[in-house]
């Protein structure tokens, strides 16, 4: 297995590849992903928060925008924290993919809104079980924005928050179902 | 007491981190959406945005320290000039009135922010808003405050109000409709007091109202209010000739808005160019 973060020197930031390298192996080795290459591909042109995915059988490339592993009260400064929650989402999603039961998931561009936040749900809640410090509040927001703000939207969110083996069939039907309750 | 505090020694705890405008103008990178995305999607703050739980969070954060500065800059009118020669005591009364919304504003934004999964001080503080706050004519202090800042506090709002209707939060909208109304009304306070003021001084009126300008600009963060649909918020106009901005005063935020935007694009494009060389 091979772990490769680019690029090594940055215009716009101050990221450190070697940093994230250490953070990302720490990551893949925990998530059981030392057995396939892995690309971190960093967009530090975007202050965007998003992360791009790509799987293959032998390549897993993770491409986050800078904004996903910046340090919010330090702009342009790289967090360790965040960089550790963004490498943990998307070997998730990737590990998910190849070999969680969501073969049959869209594609990340053709999800709907609903689908990404109880995918996302379903990713964060496993790493929070991880004992990696982050903000539950933030997440259940997330959720309500996407089902609707309810007492049932919240009791969907525990369920999946808790969940540590989930299929995308289980997690798109329970997705539709809370949206046809609060429609 | 001192009087006319410079931005520098405004009181904060260890859990906030300034930063100035021009350290933001100085960030490179691009937070607009790439140009094959704007086909099927805008920059707005919508729910429809996929970043937008993220981005409404941020944005509430920078509504809770925008008004604290707002609650130090109307505190400090009060306090900075003296009663009568410099400034009415009228004026200082609803000086007094607003520091004590704003006060409010910030418990609520507080609130919010908790509500939407974000902490004092998680994102950069930029301290802009007081930077306005500091002239020592209070003439120009209501042109850069209650016309310009609360101006904008008029735009956010709005935009949050909707945002919260759209996604169905009751809180959001209900506490974002609430605040709106003060806004109004210190817009409102701002305007009246400026043509009292100037009534016989056309020279200080012209000044108050270029400075104004000045800080509209400044208050376009670098294009994300305008007309376009590339700016995250939009200029509410109707509410804001309720607090008493024409129609020709609203379409020159807006041009002030469209060059900020502008500007700043080319500014990126630049510095994307030099990066890839």
């Known amino acids: 297995m091979t772990l490769t973060v680019t690029p090594d020197t940055y215009n716009f930031v101050a990221f450190d590849t070697a940093y994230t390298a250490r953070i990302a192996e720490h990551m893949a080795t925990q998530l059981g992903l030392d057995d396939i290459d892995i690309l971190i591909a960093i967009n530090e042109n975007s202050a965007l928060t998003r992360i791009d995915i790509d799987v293959t059988d032998s390549l897993i490339t993770i491409a986050p925008h800078s904004g996903a592993m910046e340090d919010t009260r330090r702009p342009r400064q790289q967090s360790e924290l965040n960089t550790t929650i963004t490498m943990a989402r998307g070997m998730l999603r990737a590990r998910d993919r190849l070999r969680g039961g969501f073969a049959d998931a869209p594609a990340d561009t053709e999800l709907s809104l609903p689908q990404a936040a109880v995918w996302d749900t379903y990713i964060m809640g496993r790493i929070a079980h991880m004992d990696i410090e982050l903000n539950k509040q933030a997440w259940i927001y997330n959720f309500r924005n996407r089902h609707g703000f309810s007492d049932a939207v919240d009791a969907v969110f525990e369920q999946v928050w808790n969940t540590a083996n989930a299929t995308w069939a289980e997690l798109s039907a329970l997705s539709a179902n809370t949206l046809s309750v609060t429609a | ?277």
């Open chain 2, 1 to 277: 007491m001192k009087k006319f505090m410079p931005v520098e020694e405004l009181a904060r705890d260890e859990r906030f981190n300034q930063i100035t405008q021009a350290d933001r103008m100085a960030d490179g990178r691009v937070a607009l959406l790439a140009d094959s995305e704007k086909s099927r999607r805008s920059n707005r703050l919508t729910p429809a945005r996929p970043d937008a739980s993220e981005a409404a969070r941020a944005l509430m954060h920078g509504i809770f320290v925008g008004e604290i500065q707002a609650l130090e800059g109307a505190g400090r009118t009060c306090w900075d000039f003296t009663t009568g020669e410099e400034a009415p005591f009228e004026l200082k009364l609803d000086m007094a009135r607003q520091a004590w919304d704003e006060a409010r504003h910030v418990e609520i934004s507080l609130k919010l922010s908790d509500w939407m999964g974000s902490e004092i001080g998680q994102y950069a503080e930029n301290t802009v808003l007081f930077q306005a706050a500091c002239s020592n004519d209070p003439v120009l202090r209501l042109a850069g405050v209650n016309r310009a800042l609360e101006g904008l506090a008029i735009d956010v709002f709005t935009t949050m109000k909707e945002f919260g209707e759209l996604a169905g939060d009751p809180y959001l909208e209900f506490c974002e409709d609430w605040m709106f109304a003060d806004e109004v009304t210190h817009v409102k306070m701002g305007s009246d007091w400026l043509r009292k003021i100037t009534e016989n001084d056309p020279e200080r009126r012209k000044k108050a109202l270029e400075f104004q300008g000045i800080v509209d600009k400044m208050f376009s963060y670098g294009g994300s209010r305008s007309d376009s649909e590339e700016s995250s918020f939009a200029i509410a106009r109707r509410f804001r000739e309720l607090a008493g901005f024409t129609e020709d005063e609203n379409d020159h935020i807006a041009d002030l808005g469209m060059q900020a935007l502008n500007e700043r694009k080319a500014q990126l494009r630049e510095k994307q160019a030099a990066a890839s060389n």
